[in-house]
């Protein structure tokens, strides 16, 4: 087996290092929040901010181009044009304009396949399985209570429910459900910590005791919270 020379290990180096402050940079336009238009900080305050090189922030800066999450117009600087990666958005909607009416789209989408695939997953699920949701769940109750970012664990639980369900086109509708999950969270700015919470427990606690009652009627609770405040964000809108 030939090694690695020097220069391909360091390539790979900066290449794994690009990789992860792409995330971080992405995680930071979430949090901050910056929102769709608004410019970026330039190359040396991220690099401050974020422990790195010039170099390393161009790099990242070119892989979230890539996903569609930022765009450098020139001699003006860098700027966020969608919060929902490419890679995550496999319908294409983050060109929808109106991201409010298109989170209440999503989770009308989401109320009529969620509560069905916990349903399945409460039938299905292996010990296994339920040992993942429940660290999921933990960890999304612990990020919430400190006040750090819990977007991707939120991601990673409903994503472990629709692989509970062990149904093999359920599984392709994860990314949908990703991308739902992803929009929620934007548009409403993390204001339904409580119940996110406490939903998740119910929807945990009955997929372990294989109750599929309990978990369709969990998750039809979760959707439903989620519903309602996406249409009383849409309401102060239209009376702001």
Known sequence: MQKANKGELSNLKNKLLAEQVQEQIYQYILDTPIDV??????????????????????????????????????????????????????LGLGAVEDKMALALDLVNVRIILEPGIAEMAALNATEEDV??????????????KVG???????IAFHTCVAECSKNKVVEQLIPIIDTAVLMFVNVTHKKLTDETV?????????????????????????????????????RDGREA
């Not at 040992?131 to 919430?144: A, G, Q, T």
């Not at 606690?205 to 309602?228: L, V, W, Y």
């Open 37 to 90: 238009g608004a410019k970026l900080p330039n190359e040396f305050e991220l690099g401050d901010r974020f422990g790195v090189g010039r170099s390393t922030i161009r790099e990242a800066v070119k892989l979230l181009i890539s996903r569609g999450i930022l765009e450098v117009r020139r001699g003006s600087g860098t700027y966020v044009v969608s919060t929902t990666p490419v890679d995550m958005d496999p």
């Open 198 to 234: 406490m939903t998740h427990r119910a929807v945990t606690d009955a997929i372990a005791e294989h109750d599929p009652i309990g978990a369709k009627t969990a998750m039809m609770m979760h959707m439903t919270f989620n519903r309602n405040m996406i249409r009383q964000l849409m």
């Open 131 to 144: 040992e993942k949701l429940r660290n999921l769940c933990d960890s999304v109750e612990r990020k919430i």
């Open 148 to 154: 750090d970012s819990y977007i991707e664990d939120d």
